[in-house]
């Protein structure tokens, strides 16, 4: 595509329940990258994806969230058992390298 | 800790006139910072961008400035437009692999 192109845009879902947001990278970018936006705030790094190495998954807040990126493209998101501070903008982005990240519009979540 | 810093939330000028954003960084280690603009509701857009062994680099419009002694970047915006307003961000890379973002500066700019 054109862009990067994040689904849903926007979810409200219940505490305790699973969540899964997607992230369609711009073709043929090798890095993948998720952030977290609370109302507010700066970009806090979740996950790193680079070529077929192994991910950076320093930045994930705890076990319930986890990332997986099939095929070198798609990325999907989970965040099990949401909690009301899980609410947020969770941003994507892709790049050929390190320089000029290219965001998608992002998934904002509410826990209810 | 964040490596990036912001010196002021929110920032107002007069269209026409000359805004200056500020960020301050805490690694000696980082080699290459990024401006991005943030417009409401949308994702962050790329700026400029400038790596540590320069001091200054222009594009149209924005300047960045970088001084390694005092750990401060700075990014200048020329004939500040009523569509320049929104929150910018700096970011940097220390060698890791993924930018580490400031909290940002919301830029309003007065008709």
């Known amino acids: 595509g054109a862009g990067v192109s994040q689904s849903p845009s926007n979810k409200v879902t219940e505490k305790g329940k699973d969540v899964e947001l997607r992230c369609d990278p711009i073709s043929g970018h090798t890095a993948l990258y998720w952030y977290r936006q609370s109302l507010g705030q700066g970009l806090e790094f979740l996950i790193y994806f680079q070529g077929n190495s192994a991910p950076d998954k320093s930045g994930l807040p705890s076990d319930r969230f986890s990332a997986e990126r099939t095929g070198g493209s798609v990325s999907t998101l989970t965040i099990q058992r949401t909690q009301q501070e899980d609410s947020a903008v969770y941003l994507c982005?892709?790049?050929?390298?390190?320089?000029?990240?290219?965001f998608g519009e992002g998934s904002r979540l509410t826990v209810l | 800790g964040e490596s990036v810093g912001l010196h002021l939330p929110t920032l107002s000028v007069q269209e026409g006139d000359n805004s200056i954003i500020n960020c301050a960084y805490s690694?000696?280690?980082?080699?290459?910072f990024i401006w991005y603009k943030q417009e409401s509701g949308k994702g962050p857009q790329f700026i400029i961008d400038i790596r540590s062994n320069m001091d200054k680099r222009q594009g149209q419009r924005v300047t960045v400035l970088l001084n390694k002694t005092v750990k401060h970047l700075s990014l200048q915006i020329a004939a500040t437009q009523p569509g320049d307003s929104a929150v910018y961000f700096c970011?940097?890379?220390?060698?890791?692999?993924?930018?580490?973002f400031g909290s940002g500066t919301r830029l309003q700019v007065q008709p």
């Open positions: 970011a940097d890379n220390t060698g890791r692999r993924a930018l580490t």
């Open positions: 690694n000696s280690a980082s080699d290459y």
């Open positions: 982005a892709s790049s050929l390298g390190i320089s000029e990240l290219f």
